[in-house]
């Protein structure tokens, strides 16, 4: 029995292992061609691991114009997106999950629409609205875009987490003398740390990796663009420095990929819980 069943799964599990490959070729790729010596990059024939090795890719990289700038730019504007994300989404997700009132299913109606709808559609009408009121070339101006684009995923996964929790743990809190906040902040908020990391992931990645709005939004003050920009610098009059655009694309998918292994129990729970409950 559990032959023939592992025979029937073979092709699900050859396809699955095929799409794990192609999806992760092009960051080994990566990876590989920023430890590469410049002659091997250009090299006629494709080498799957470098003859040899070296850091010199990096270090142009490191000593490019903006890299600490830049860096300290795209966390400024991704911790704050993600913060205000987070907070507002509490409030929200807590209303539409415990509280009853008219317009509750309207409300998470256009939550969904506003997460299904096309962010970069909405550029024109963002720079139209950042000229008038003299918002062009800001952080702060980011910041609030980043924001809007989280906020819609972190009230969906939220509003299903929150609504696992019996809401009777709550009613027993105030029974003892807690107000409705203070149960929820003593009781639940502890009990929604794997959501909040599942939120902020994707809410850190998104900001993180944004380049449409980074590039547009600012276009006169370039000391306040962010990182997924200034990897677009490494251009001369002879082409492109593929490696040292290789080894900052390297360091750019560093953080996220550190933060994602240091919550990935969390973030699959997270992820699971709020999409199943919801």
């Known amino acids: 029995m559990t032959t023939s069943r592992a025979l029937r799964r073979l092709p699900l599990n050859i396809a699955a292992t095929v799409t794990v490959v192609v999806c ?6 990566m990876v590989t061609t920023a430890f590469k010596p410049a002659r091997d990059i250009q090299s006629d024939t494709p080498q799957l691991l470098p003859q040899s090795w070296t850091l010199d890719h990096f270090r142009r990289a ?29 409030g929200a997700s807590f209303a539409v999950a415990r509280m009853r009132w008219r317009g509750r299913r309207q409300f998470m109606l256009m939550v969904f629409i506003a997460q299904m709808a096309p962010w970069e559609s909405l550029i024109i009408p963002v720079y139209i609205i950042s000229r008038d009121t003299g918002m062009l070339d800001r952080l702060p101006t980011l910041t609030l875009v980043y924001f ?4 819609p995923f972190t009230v969906v996964v939220l509003r299903g987490f929150i609504a696992t929790i019996p809401a009777e743990l709550e009613e027993s809190a105030q029974v003892d003398g807690c107000t409705r906040l203070g149960a929820f902040r003593h009781v639940a908020l502890p ?3 794997p959501g909040l990391m599942a939120t902020s992931l994707f809410g850190y990645i998104t900001a993180w990796n944004e380049f449409a709005y980074a590039n547009f939004l600012i276009i006169k003050q370039q000391d306040h663009r962010t990182l997924p920009v200034w990897l677009s610098s490494f251009h001369n009059t002879f082409g492109t420095d593929w490696g040292a655009t ?8 560093l953080p996220a990929l550190a933060i994602f292994l240091l919550l990935q129990r969390h973030v699959t729970s997270g992820f699971a819980t709020g999409a199943v409950k919801g």
Do not use: Q
Request: glycine share 6%.
């Open 24 to 29: 992760l070729f092009p960051v080994y790729w």
């Open 62 to 90: 490191i000593d490019a114009d903006g890299f600490g700038l830049f860096w300290r730019n795209s966390v400024l504007v991704t911790l704050g997106a993600v913060a205000l994300a987070l907070l507002v989404a509490l």
């Open 246 to 253: 290789m080894a900052a694309s390297t360091l750019f998918a």
């Open 148 to 151: 809007m684009m989280t906020l």
């Open 191 to 193: 009990l929604l740390a």
